[in-house]
């Protein structure tokens, strides 16, 4: 006879790699639609070809540092709070943990579990890992969302250069007297399949994944255009 763990069917889902692809999809979106409005701005503006370059670069230098800066700061300051509050849930496990035993029971009976139950399990996770399972059922925190600042400014700064990189590449090969148009309609392509990348792997809608992407695209990058075109005609 098979064992459980043999009988058991697999199960591929996605909710764990919610935190990455989160940063990776911003990151990326950012760097296409900040360098292509940049490139789409400053050449609408007339500028010369050397100078649009420089200012890609020099783009695509400052995002990466400030999605990688703030990313880190703000996933810091979460996992300062998870910190906390587990500190705050060891001190309590030690000072009452039958206290904390009856809130995990309570817990479980909102999820359904009859009272007798939910006692059996509370204590024998308690047993187990009693501040493991506090974090996971009584505040949320679990290894597969637990804050990592370092993990979550580098995956920014990566996905936004490479983002970036694309219009870059643009600049480089298209000619400067169609480079607003050249650089607006490859950077829509780009958005439309990192949406769609992002909705395979999420496994969510691939049109309304694309839609959102390039709409809120085009229209950071037509009203850094415009804004262009009237100092370049001003100037």
């Known amino acids: ?31 296409i639609i900040s360098t292509a409005s940049l490139v789409a701005g400053v050449a609408a503006a007339q500028a010369s070809h050397t100078s649009i370059l420089m200012t890609a670069v020099a783009g695509m230098a400052a995002g990466a540092m400030s999605m990688a800066a703030g990313e880190f700061v703000s996933v810091y300051s979460q996992a300062d709070t998870e910190a906390a509050d587990l500190e705050r849930e060891r001190a309590e496990l030690h000072a009452d943990p039958d206290g904390e035993r009856r809130e995990l029971v ?32 009584e505040l949320g925190i679990t290894e597969a969302f637990s804050a990592r600042p370092l993990q979550a400014a580098a995956a920014s700064a990566a996905s936004f250069s490479a983002g970036a990189a694309l219009p870059l590449l643009v600049v480089l090969v298209a000619p400067t007297a169609t480079l607003v148009p050249w650089t607006m ?7 439309a399949l990192l949406g769609a990348c992002a909705a395979r792997i999420g496994d969510t809608s691939v049109v309304k994944s694309v839609w959102r992407v390039t709409f809120w695209g085009t229209l950071a990058m037509g009203i850094t255009a415009a804004i262009g075109t009237l100092f370049g005609t001003s100037g």
């Open 1 to 31: 006879m098979k064992s459980f763990h043999q009988r058991a069917h697999s199960e591929h889902h996605r909710t764990h790699r919610v935190g990455s692809l989160r940063a990776a999809v911003l990151g990326a979106n950012d760097g």
């Open 106 to 137: 309570a817990i479980y009976m909102r999820r359904g579990l009859d009272r007798t139950l939910s006692l059996q399990v509370a204590t024998q996770l308690m047993a187990h890992d009693a501040l493991a399972a506090h974090a996971r059922d």
């Open 185 to 191: 309609a490859t950077s829509i392509a780009f958005l």
